[in-house]
């Protein structure tokens, strides 16, 4: 049985070193694996798979607001990057740039795509000219690059994979709408698929998208009592429309300015995955984003009729609509059942001899742990079943952790106090002012979250500054 242990015990416990057991379940579930790029991994395919349903899941939900996909170049000429000022001075810092063709030098440098916003506009710029021709709800799915300083698999790394969506409407009205209607696509995603738990609300100016006039985001709470910014949506209004020309004529025939939006879900939404429900035995998978909801086991399956009556299971239950894998390796049960457990399986089946003569099997949940008993006539039912209570139990204990690790501060002391020996959000009142903002980052070690949709007045004053509030305000510690 000592051999059995060996994927467990590679793993440091998430209490001793939160840090290293991220990254032990991320390589000893082969999710990913390093490359000789600094900064760069291999998405292997166990969290391909993930990346695949996550996308798969998403793009759905898109359509079904109208969404349509395009594709745009992956190079972005300087000369364009520079027509809007705040965007460009936003990116700068993690721009890599193209210089050489070949052997020759290129007239102009070309910049690897950090975001799309001007490829976007450029393209608009010549596509849209009438009212008619609005509006442009696009969508792509892509690769982009930012030079991180630090990075760390999924959460931060100088590629990774995302959508990025971009919209341009007639009215500023449209273009609001819009902008919280993708917001709330996430939201539901995360806790309808993800089974994570958001925060929605408003950035504050500080912390706004380069260049937008308005970012919204959902904000996620992981084991650590670190926040996790998920996704997010941004109102343009048209300012990239004025750097970048693009007007139409509206049906008085006068030229106007679109309204545009863009919003984007990244591969980071696999580390929250791992983070909010990953404990020290490896992944814990919500069954409707597993790529396996249930590995079938079979025990002593040499004996006659073990494996042949495992392959009926799987089969009967694959027929079922689950997604099902029968591991029928000569590993030992030992080492099965841990190497279940680390990639994260919702459920496990064990069929053995006695199982098979008494017409039943045994049904293990990978959450809980928990076993139950059941006739193999209604397993394919019963699985469906605890397929779904795992899935809103997951739900439920995430946001009964955000709860409990959500805290309310009065006063700065408070806040300091609760900074530095609870971790968490914490809920204060905020004045509004950048100052103050930039002051709690360097005295209390926090930044905002978000400015939420659902305002509470837990005080009347600023946290920091006493002065009268305007906003309560989700502040914490950030990956």
Not at 14 to 41: N, P, R
Not at 163 to 178: D, L, S, Y
Not at 228 to 247: E, P, R, V, W, Y
Not at 455 to 478: L, R, S
Request: hydrophobic share 35%; aromatic share 8%.
């Amino acid at each position: 049985m000592a051999n059995d242990k060996k994927l467990v015990e590679a793993i440091t416990s998430m209490e001793e070193d939160f840090a290293q057991w991220y990254t032990d379940v991320v390589k000893k579930a082969e999710l990913i694996d390093y490359t000789s790029v600094k900064g760069c991994m291999v998405i292997k395919p166990a969290g391909y798979a993930i990346w695949e349903n996550i996308q798969n899941e998403l793009d759905r939900r898109f359509k079904e607001t109208g969404v349509q996909n395009v594709y745009l170049p992956m190079f972005i000429p300087e000369s364009l990057l520079q027509k809007e000022k705040d965007h460009v001075e936003g990116f700068a810092p993690e721009v890599a740039w193209v210089t050489h063709g070949g052997l020759e030098p290129l007239q102009e440098r070309l910049c690897v795509r950090p975001t799309s916003e001007t490829l976007f506009c450029d393209f608009y710029a010549n596509d849209v000219h009438s009212y008619r021709d609005l509006p442009k709800v696009y969508n792509q799915w892509c690769s982009v690059v930012r030079w991180e300083k630090t990075t760390r698999p999924f959460l931060r790394s100088r590629e990774f994979l995302w959508q990025e969506g971009h919209t341009a409407h007639a009215t500023a009205e449209e273009a609001e709408e819009r902008t919280i209607q993708m917001l709330n696509v996430y939201a539901g995603f995360c806790e309808e698929v993800l089974a994570i738990p958001v925060i929605k609300g408003r950035k504050t100016d500080k912390e706004k998208f380069a260049g937008a006039e308005a970012t919204y985001t959902i904000e996620s709470l992981m084991h650590d009592g670190k926040a996790l910014q998920s996704g997010t949506s941004h109102n343009f209004g048209d300012g990239f429309a004025k750097a970048f020309g693009i007007q139409y004529a509206d049906k008085d025939n006068k030229l106007k300015y679109v309204h545009q939006t863009s919003w984007g879900m990244t591969t980071r939404m696999i580390g929250a995955i791992i983070m909010v429900h990953g404990d020290n035995s490896g992944l814990v998978l919500p069954p409707r984003i597993a790529p396996v909801q249930v590995v079938v086991i079979p025990i002593q399956q040499k004996k006659e009729g073990v494996l042949e009556k495992a392959n009926e299971v799987a089969d009967a239950l694959s027929a079922a609509g689950i997604r099902t894998r029968l591991d029928d390796s000569d590993k030992s049960p030992g080492w099965k059942f841990s190497e279940q457990e680390m990639r994260g399986f919702p459920l496990r089946v064990e069929l053995g001899p006695k199982d098979i003569a008494a017409g039943q099997a045994v049904l293990v949940r990978r959450d809980t742990r928990e076993k139950m008993t059941v006739q193999i006539e209604e397993l394919a039912v019963k699985t469906e079943e605890l397929l779904e209570t795992i899935q809103r139990e997951m739900l439920e204990r995430a946001r009964a952790h955000r709860d409990a690790h959500t805290y309310t501060a009065k006063n700065l002391e408070e806040m300091k106090d609760i900074a530095e020996n609870k971790p968490g959000f914490i809920k204060a009142m905020w004045c509004g002012c950048q100052e103050c903002e930039e002051a709690m980052k360097e005295e209390v070690g926090v930044t905002s979250r978000c400015i939420p949709f659902e305002q509470e007045e837990i005080e009347d004053t600023c946290v920091y500054c006493g002065k009268p509030a305007k906003k309560m305000v989700y502040w914490g510690k950030a990956y």
